[in-house]
């Protein structure tokens, strides 16, 4: 069974920074490409950041471009969103997923709450 299980979320300051983790079970977690998707209250789904199985390539939104890094630990499973210089604008709930051969999402995680405020 495919799990993604988030963590690292919370309340941070503007200005502050936070570090998600994604640990992947259930697949072969090399094998697949992984991405960052997030929610913001009353919005749509975005896509955050996505990294190719080797972690060679990624790909970041313009409006995290230069404040986030996506990166994997292929030997243990995980994938990491850091976050720094966060803004208020960055409060959602944040979904690690998987990628299947297509560019298409065909796994979800339960998602983890960051928010940032004062």
């Known amino acids: 069974e495919v799990q993604l299980v988030e963590s690292g979320g919370g309340l941070v300051q503007p200005g502050g920074s936070l570090r998600l983790s994604c640990a992947a079970s259930?697949?072969?977690?090399?094998?697949?490409?992984m991405s960052w998707v997030r929610q913001a209250p009353g919005k749509g789904l975005e896509w955050v950041s996505d990294?190719?199985?080797?972690?060679?390539?990624?790909g970041y939104a313009d409006s995290v471009k230069g404040r986030f890094t996506i990166s994997r630990d292929n030997a243990k499973n995980t994938l990491s969103l850091q976050m720094n210089s966060l803004k208020a604008e960055d409060t959602a709930v944040y979904y690690c997923?998987?990628?299947?051969?297509?560019?298409?999402?065909?796994?979800w995680g339960q998602g983890t709450q960051v928010t940032v405020s004062s």
């Open positions: 990294i190719d199985s080797a972690g060679g390539s990624t």
């Open positions: 997923t998987r990628i299947k051969p297509g560019t298409e999402i065909d796994y």
């Open positions: 259930g697949f072969t977690f090399s094998s697949y490409d």
